[in-house]
């Protein structure tokens, strides 16, 4: 009789996480292509000054409105063509990356924390604070995003700095609303209950416990809402409104454009190819974190 014992099959190791998401995330080929383009503005940006080939606010009065170079009458020392002013649009669109990155990643960074703070409170404590918080956040909903942040604007007065504020309260609510639906969702948790039972207050229940498994939709909602920071900016600034001239943003290029849109094709359609491929790439990025992070998602 044949004493050997049939091995038991060891268990497989747990993927490691990391390892699980970039395997949701990559198999994504739309996602792969945003995160490869969003890499390459964010590179442009960090290294302007050594990219562009001309200071984006210089001027030549020689090649006023020159087109592209593989045009007629193109120069390979302006790739892209000069604006009615003479200035290089290549340089202008390196610079307005750094610009335009700034607008998004402020705007969001603002936008996260304060509606992070809004949420956590508001589903934490509930009551009469939560209600007043959530139709203020209903409110903003029901008006238009970019109507309203053109009215604070022309409160707060036409630059920059004002317009990031308006757009960051214009997008304020979705965070708000998302952190605090998370939160509602893991206050019922057994950790929470466990936490508190061992003496837990409330500043470690909310940023210790909770606040770390509510990241997920944060993350996804941030991504996303560059790309609408960086469009709403960029409509401020074609109405006038956003970052003032001679600012290399992209906005403020359309705007300066707008008159030599029959005669000089490349002032206006190089600023809006820059806003539109900048703004799908972060959209293409935030559908693969999503679907990377919800598990109903994962196939």
């Not at 490691?16 to 292509?33: I, V």
């Not at 969001?108 to 949420?119: D, E, F, H, P, Q």
């Not at 909602?221 to 469009?231: D, E, F, K, R, V």
């Not at 401020?236 to 000089?264: C, K, N, Y």
Request: charged share 10%; glycine share 8%.
């Amino acid at each position: 009789m044949s004493n050997s014992i049939a091995a038991t099959p060891t268990p497989a190791a747990p993927a490691q996480p990391l390892r699980e998401f970039w395997g949701y995330f990559s198999a994504n080929r739309g996602a792969l292509a945003g995160l490869l383009i969003v890499v390459l503005v964010l590179l442009t940006a960090v290294f302007a000054p050594l990219l562009a080939p001309h200071a984006p606010e210089l001027t030549n009065n020689t090649v006023f409105l020159k087109p592209p170079f593989w045009q007629a009458g193109g120069s390979i020392s302006y790739p892209l063509g000069t604006d009615a002013i003479g200035r290089d649009i290549l340089s202008r669109l390196i610079h307005g990356a750094r610009l335009s990155l700034v607008i998004g990643l402020a705007v969001v960074a603002l936008s996260v924390v304060v509606g992070t703070v809004l949420g956590m409170t508001a589903g934490y404590f509930r009551g009469v604070f939560e209600i007043a918080v959530m139709r203020l956040m209903d409110i903003i909903l029901t008006l238009p995003s970019l109507l309203l942040a053109i009215v604070i604007v022309a409160i707060l007065g036409p630059g920059l700095m004002n317009a990031m504020l308006a757009v960051a309260i214009v997008v304020l609510p979705h965070y708000v609303r998302i952190t605090r639906a998370a939160v509602i969702s893991e206050m019922s948790r057994d950790y929470v209950t466990a936490a508190r039972m061992n003496g837990a207050g409330h500043l470690r229940l909310m940023f210790n416990e909770v606040l770390p498994n509510c990241m997920a939709p944060l993350i996804v909602q941030a991504s996303l809402g560059i790309s609408t920071a960086i469009l709403d900016a960029a409509a401020l600034g074609f109405l006038g409104l956003g970052a003032q001239p001679p600012s290399p943003e992209w906005g403020t290029m359309l705007a300066d454009a707008r008159e030599f849109v029959m005669r000089a094709w490349w002032v206006v359609t190089f600023p809006g190819l820059a806003i539109l491929i900048t703004v799908l790439a972060f959209n293409l990025l935030g559908d693969g974190l999503r679907d990377a992070f919800d598990p109903k998602l994962k196939r």
